[in-house]
T-cell receptor
C-alpha cells in the first residue's frame, strides 16, 4: 500500500499554544487528504476533508478556526490546532485518498495538552 | 444519518479457529467497503477492500459483501495471536461530496488466545 508519513508522532504542549501536524504522501500524489480524531476506546471521527489548492471541508461540529487545515501541495497537508486546551488532547490521524476510495493512514499524532 | 454498525465484541477465539466479523450499513447507495485493522495505540491498516457482491479472498482473509442485505463481513481463517486487534469496518459514500469519505463502525475487538 501507499506510504503516508505523519509528524510528529507525539506532542505535549501547554494550554493556549498552537500545534502543527504534518501529513505527507510519500509515493503518490494525493488530491484529497482527510483528518480524523480518535478518543480512547472510540472509533475514528472525520474532522475535515482537505483538497489540494482549495479550502478544507469541515464536518459538522468541528471548529474551522480552531483546526486550521492547509493543503498546499499534492503531497502535504497540515493541521494546526490553535490555542489548544486539555479537551483537545486526542489521537489525530491523517489519511491520503487513493483510487477506488481507498484511504491510506499516517501513523497518527498523540496530542497531550497540559 | 449514515451509519455503520459492527457486531458487538469483544470476540475471543482460540488460535487456529475462524474469526467472523460482521458489519451492516445504512446507506443503500454505498459503493466501496473496507476492513481496517488497528492495533492498540496505532493507526488503522488496510486489510481488505471489496466493491462488488460476493467473496474476495486474500491469504487468510475473506471479505463478503451483500449489497441487497447491506451487509459486509470479514472471515479470518487459522487465526493467530498476532491477529488480536480492533477491526474497523468502513464504508464510502455513494457519490458527490460523500465519495471518498469513509464512515467507520465502532470497531470489534478480537482476541486470539493460544
Amino acid at each position: 500500500g501507499a506510504v503516508v508519513s505523519q509528524h510528529p508522532s507525539w506532542v505535549i504542549c501547554k494550554s493556549g499554544t498552537s500545534v502543527k501536524i504534518e501529513c505527507r504522501s510519500l509515493d503518490f500524489q494525493a488530491t484529497t487528504m482527510f483528518w480524523y480524531r480518535q478518543f480512547p476506546k472510540q472509533s475514528l471521527m472525520l474532522m475535515a476533508t482537505s483538497n489540494e489548492g482549495s479550502k478544507a471541508t469541515y464536518e459538522q461540529g468541528v471548529e474551522k478556526d480552531k483546526f486550521l487545515i492547509n493543503h498546499a501541495s499534492l503531497t502535504l497537508s497540515t493541521l494546526t490546532v490553535t490555542s489548544a486546551h486539555p479537551e483537545d488532547s486526542s489521537f489525530y490521524i491523517c489519511s491520503a485518498g487513493g483510487g477506488m476510495a481507498v484511504q491510506y493512514f499516517g501513523a497518527g499524532t498523540r496530542l497531550s495538552v497540559l | 444519518q449514515k451509519e455503520v454498525e459492527q457486531n458487538s465484541g469483544p470476540l475471543s477465539v482460540p488460535e487456529g479457529a475462524i474469526a467472523s466479523l460482521n458489519c451492516t450499513y445504512s446507506d443503500r447507495g454505498s459503493q466501496s467497503f473496507f476492513w481496517y485493522r488497528q492495533y492498540s495505540g496505532k493507526s488503522p491498516e488496510l486489510i481488505m477492500s471489496i466493491y462488488s457482491n460476493g467473496d474476495k479472498e486474500d491469504g487468510r482473509f475473506t471479505a463478503q459483501l451483500n449489497k441487497a442485505s447491506q451487509y459486509v463481513s470479514l472471515l479470518i481463517r487459522d487465526s493467530q495471536p498476532s491477529d488480536s486487534a480492533t477491526y474497523l469496518c468502513a464504508v464510502s459514500g455513494a457519490g458527490g461530496t460523500s465519495y471518498g469519505k469513509l464512515t467507520f463502525g465502532q470497531g470489534t475487538i478480537l482476541t486470539v488466545h493460544p
